[in-house]
């Protein structure tokens, strides 16, 4: 089995690109955002630590975690931020390689990660879109503010940075039409292997 990480900067197109792959291959995709929702969710490995890292007053009415609440916080805070990656990341980290073997066990060829993680891939990803693309995806797709998407491209990786630690990089700038020849060009590779 091969495991792939998918990488890119907000905006860029990834969950895209891993929906088209796991469509069309026989491939099965993780999100590493889904995969710190569910570590995050009450009861789950993270929950009991975050709450005692921000105080009960992150917490809904329902006892789940207040993610607007702790955003704000931790985009003013670089220590919490960095505290809260502390305790998040390793256990998402454990929770993918967990999907890994349980993807291995069932025969899965390949296995697709959005976000990198050295360690745990074969090989990792770039998705670039140029930075108007993404905003303009930002502000018509999800409803972000202008403001906003300057917030969060300003705290993201430079596309220089990205680039340098990928193997392979997907432009996704244009007509998906055209992305999809170039990850069908990529598979291709794998299919003599």
């Known amino acids: 089995m091969k495991v792939f990480g998918i990488t890119g900067g907000v905006g860029a197109g990834k969950s895209e690109v891993l929906t088209y792959l796991g ?5 099965t995709v993780i999100q590493a955002d889904e995969a710190g929702y569910l570590v995050m969710l009450p009861g789950g490995e993270c929950y009991g630590e975050i709450v005692k890292l ?7 009415e ?5 993610r607007k609440r702790i955003a704000e916080i931790v985009f003013q805070d670089e220590e919490k931020l960095k505290a809260l990656n502390a ?18 066990k069932a025969g899965t060829e390949y296995l697709l990660i959005e ?13 670039y879109a140029d930075e108007e693309v993404r905003k303009e995806r930002l ?18 990786l430079s596309e220089d940075e990205f680039s340098s630690h ?4 997907i432009d996704n700038s244009g007509d998906f039409e055209e992305t999809k020849k170039q990850l069908d060009h990529r598979m291709k590779r794998y299919e003599t292997l």
């Open 115 to 127: 976000e990198k993680y050295d360690e745990i891939c074969d090989e990792l990803w770039y998705i």
């Open 87 to 104: 305790i998040v990341h390793p256990a998402v980290k454990r929770y993918i390689k967990k999907a890994i073997a349980a993807a291995e």
């Open 166 to 169: 990928c193997d392979f990089e």
């Open 23 to 27: 469509q069309n291959y026989d491939a």
């Open 139 to 156: 502000i018509e797709g999800r409803g972000y503010s202008e403001k906003k998407v300057r917030e969060i491209m300003a705290n993201q």
């Open 54 to 60: 921000f105080g009960r007053q992150i917490t809904t």
């Open 62 to 66: 329902t006892g789940e975690l207040d």
